[in-house]
């Protein structure tokens, strides 16, 4: 069965920290790895990684995917109050997506 | 990117009745179409996966006659939960898969429903 573990399960932070989020899987059938930042609302997509070693990279966020390890970070510089939110990973393993339980952030001023 | 709606986004009813919600790809056809649901600080649990001009595949523990899950074209899936019981209440959230040639074969979220049943 597929699983996804993210860690930790939430984070306190202050402005302009750096924080690293973690997410550990297993998978029968890989196809993708993506991360979502979820607010109040629906899931909104932040990256999908397919291939091993490369870092993608959208302002101040960025992940990158161990294949072999079995695991993905995402890593966001210089936080910002309205980085506060759920972070999900989530695996796409062909017609199903497996969520992880997902990792609270909160950034006080 | 791709867009997905879902109507209504807030809905309030009575124990007993029932409550459909849409949920349509807006520029994209999605043979597939995905019903989740989620918790108060739970992450997204998927309840049934909706495949156009054919049955759903229901996940473990869903009931079937209680959600209802119709995908009559390729941009719309519609879910009823029929008979609805406060425990329902929930936020329902929507994706749809594109797989128009030359994307990015993911899925796309919708805005979510916020169910109350009182």
């Known amino acids: 069965e597929d699983k996804v573990v993210q860690s930790p399960l939430s984070l306190v932070v202050h402005e302009g920290d750096t924080v690293t989020l973690n997410c550990s899987y297993e998978?029968?059938?890989?196809?993708?790895l993506l991360w979502y930042k979820q607010e109040k609302k629906a899931p909104t997509f932040l990256f999908m990684l397919?291939?091993?070693?490369i870092e993608k990279k959208s302002g101040r966020l960025s992940s990158i995917l161990d294949k072999k390890e079995l695991f993905s970070i995402l890593n966001i510089t210089a936080t910002q109050t309205g980085d506060s939110a759920v972070y999900l990973c989530?695996?796409?393993?062909?017609?199903?997506?497996?969520f992880g339980g997902g990792t609270r952030l909160m950034v006080k001023p | 990117g791709a867009v997905v709606s879902q109507h209504p986004s807030w809905v309030i009813c009575k124990s007993g009745t029932s409550v459909k919600i849409e949920c349509r790809s807006l520029?994209?056809?999605?043979?597939?179409m995905f019903w989740y649901r989620q918790f108060p600080k739970q992450s997204l649990m998927l309840m049934a996966t909706?495949?156009?001009?054919?049955?759903?595949?229901?996940e473990q523990g869903v009931e079937k006659d209680k959600f209802l899950i119709n995908h009559a074209s390729l941009t719309l899936s519609t879910l009823t939960v029929t008979s609805a019981h406060p425990e329902d209440s929930s936020f329902y959230i929507c994706?749809?898969?594109?797989?128009?040639?030359?994307?990015?074969?993911?899925?796309?979220f919708g805005p979510g429903t916020r169910l109350t049943v009182l």
């Open positions: 989530v695996l796409n393993a062909g017609n199903m997506l497996t």
């Open positions: 397919t291939s091993s070693g």
């Open positions: 909706s495949n156009e001009g054919s049955k759903a595949t229901y």
């Open positions: 998978v029968t059938n890989f196809r993708s």
């Open positions: 520029d994209f056809q999605a043979t597939t």
């Open positions: 994706s749809a898969r594109d797989l128009t040639p030359g994307s990015t074969d993911t899925q796309y």
